[in-house]
Nanobody, 119 residues
Framework: QVRLVESGGGLVQAGGSLRLSCTAS????????MGWFRQAPGKEREFVAD????????DYADSVRGRFTISRDNPKNTVWLQMNSLKPEYTAVYYC????????????WGQGTQVTVSS
């Protein structure tokens, strides 16, 4: 069992930055692909970014590519999402998720952290 806890959300003005953290416990995430997702009010949850178990591969949604950076530190069991040049449409609850590297489905999810971008 992997427990994920997100932090770092908050209220920020458009153009500002936030850094989200996701700390895992219960099991090392060194063999897990880690992802960030978000869900805005009235919308379905959507993919934001993910990073391979080694950190050697990253992928981003088109809407955030060039603005967001995902990174990880396996010995610290932590994943980060650096968010720059934020837009009001990025307002959402951001979730961290984990899946074994050979499995397509995310098995573990955090409780989410609210990000609100004011115009």
């Amino acid at each position: 069992q992997v427990r994920l806890v997100e932090s770092g959300g908050g209220l920020v003005q458009a153009g500002g930055s936030l850094r989200l953290s996701c700390t895992a416990s219960g099991r090392t995430i060194g063999t897990y692909t880690m992802g960030w997702f978000r869900q805005a009010p009235g919308k379905e949850r959507e993919f934001v970014a993910d990073i391979s178990w080694s950190g050697g591969r990253t992928d981003y949604a088109d809407s955030v590519r060039g603005r967001f950076t995902i990174s990880r530190d396996n010995p610290k069991n932590t994943v980060w999402l650096q968010m720059n040049s934020l837009k009001p449409e990025y307002t959402a609850v951001y979730y961290c998720a984990a899946r074994p590297r050979d499995v397509a489905t995310y098995a573990y999810w955090g409780q989410g952290t609210q990000v609100t971008v004011s115009s």
